[in-house]
């Protein structure tokens, strides 16, 4: 495995990061929830050392699972969680006021078996709610020891700046990947404020894999449906050309995409496929050094 540094804190991180949605089974189709403890026990033992979740995947089943497979190796890990999204009755709802923050961090903490989270992340932002309040009670719990540091995730330049200033994020987390990338004015915002950019959805929901051909449907209530690269036949067609531009293995320069600037210190891969966790980690171990990963 290879490591790379967040600039604002000098941990090593996988370049290769778990993430933990598909843990949380719903929108993900035919899996295997006796597969998913072995899947992460299997890509810890691989050198993955950060484990991406959040509360709403799963309802807090992605957290448990997480919890009762680190449990007793807590200290080797890097377990980021997220607040600001949360289940009113089976609605999604954006919060990141002070009481529901509180109550979310004490659920976080319970379900993942643990004393404390190393990033703490603003999972949207959330316009009804004044950045103050929530950059109060986020460093609040950072002087309490209940979270180490604060992470962003899904800012535009605009929200970015100002969550920023306000809250002292050292991280941040955004989709990235070869049909969706990156808008160049964060990840150089990031680079000059020291900012940790981890990338999500590299294989762009198994998009950029030879996983999901020109003959994928939906089912009823695949988590994709909220992705416009699959909502519409004629971009999702405009796609499945693009991505071959990318070359073979799909997945493997898929991933050398996401990382190829040297701002991202990982990129997160959510997976319970004991074959397609072996392929993404080969992707990474087939290669020396990040240097090594082609251009683009």
Same mark, same amino acid.
């Given at each position: 495995?290879?490591? @790379?540094?967040?600039?604002?804190?000098?941990?090593?991180?996988?370049?290769?990061?778990?993430?933990?949605?598909?843990?949380?089974?719903?929108?993900?189709?035919?899996? $295997?929830?006796?597969?998913?403890?072995?899947?992460?026990?299997? %890509?810890?033992?691989?050198?993955? $050392?950060?484990?991406?979740?959040?509360?709403?995947?799963?309802?807090?089943?992605?957290?448990?699972?997480?919890?009762?497979?680190?449990?007793?190796?807590?200290?080797?890990? &890097?377990?980021?969680?997220?607040?600001?999204?949360?289940?009113?009755?089976?609605? =999604?709802?954006?919060?990141?006021?002070?009481?529901?923050?509180?109550?979310?961090?004490?659920?976080?903490?319970?379900?993942?078996?643990?004393?404390?989270?190393?990033?703490?992340? =603003?999972?949207?932002?959330?316009?009804?709610?004044? =950045?103050?309040?929530? %950059?109060?009670?986020?460093?609040?719990?950072?002087?309490?020891?209940?979270?180490?540091?604060?992470?962003?995730?899904?800012?535009?330049?605009?929200?970015?700046?100002?969550?920023?200033? %306000?809250?002292?994020?050292?991280?941040?987390?955004? @989709? $990235?990947?070869?049909?969706?990338?990156?808008?160049?004015?964060?990840?150089?915002?990031?680079?000059?404020?020291?900012?940790?950019?981890?990338?999500?959805?590299?294989?762009?929901?198994?998009?950029?894999?030879?996983?999901?051909?020109?003959?994928?449907?939906? &089912?009823?209530?695949?988590?994709?449906?909220?992705?416009?690269?699959?909502?519409?036949?004629?971009? &999702? @067609?405009?796609?499945?050309?693009? +991505?071959?531009?990318?070359?073979?293995?799909?997945?493997?320069?898929?991933? +050398?995409?996401?990382? @190829?600037?040297?701002?991202?210190?990982?990129?997160?891969?959510?997976?319970?496929?004991?074959?397609?966790?072996?392929?993404?980690?080969?992707? =990474?171990?087939?290669?020396?050094?990040?240097?090594?990963?082609?251009? &683009?």
């Amino acid at each position: 495995m290879i490591y @790379r540094i967040i600039p604002s804190l000098g941990w090593n991180v996988s370049v290769l990061g778990y993430g933990g949605w598909e843990l949380g089974l719903d929108g993900w189709g035919n899996v $295997n929830p006796k597969n998913c403890t072995k899947i992460l026990e299997k %890509a810890i033992e691989s050198g993955i $050392n950060l484990i991406d979740t959040a509360p709403v995947y799963g309802n807090g089943l992605s957290e448990k699972v997480i919890g009762d497979v680190t449990a007793g190796i807590r200290e080797k890990l &890097f377990i980021i969680t997220k607040c600001g999204l949360v289940n009113d009755g089976g609605r =999604i709802i954006h919060s990141l006021k002070r009481e529901s923050i509180q109550r979310e961090i004490e659920s976080s903490l319970n379900r993942l078996k643990t004393g404390y989270i190393d990033i703490y992340q =603003i999972h949207y932002p959330d316009p009804a709610t004044d =950045i103050e309040e929530t %950059a109060d009670v986020l460093n609040e719990l950072k002087k309490s020891g209940l979270i180490r540091a604060i992470g962003l995730c899904n800012m535009d330049i605009d929200n970015l700046k100002k969550y920023h200033s %306000a809250c002292g994020a050292v991280t941040l987390q955004n @989709r $990235n990947n070869y049909l969706q990338p990156e808008n160049p004015a964060v990840t150089e915002y990031c680079a000059a404020n020291k900012i940790g950019y981890i990338a999500y959805s590299p294989l762009a929901q198994g998009l950029l894999t030879d996983n999901i051909g020109v003959d994928y449907r939906m &089912f009823k209530r695949d988590i994709r449906r909220f992705n416009n690269l699959f909502n519409n036949q004629t971009d &999702f @067609r405009k796609a499945i050309n693009e +991505r071959e531009k990318l070359g073979r293995p799909l997945s493997g320069n898929a991933i +050398r995409f996401a990382l @190829r600037s040297n701002t991202t210190v990982s990129c997160l891969v959510s997976t319970v496929n004991e074959n397609h966790l072996k392929s993404n980690i080969e992707s =990474i171990n087939s290669l020396n050094r990040i240097s090594d990963y082609p251009g &683009f």
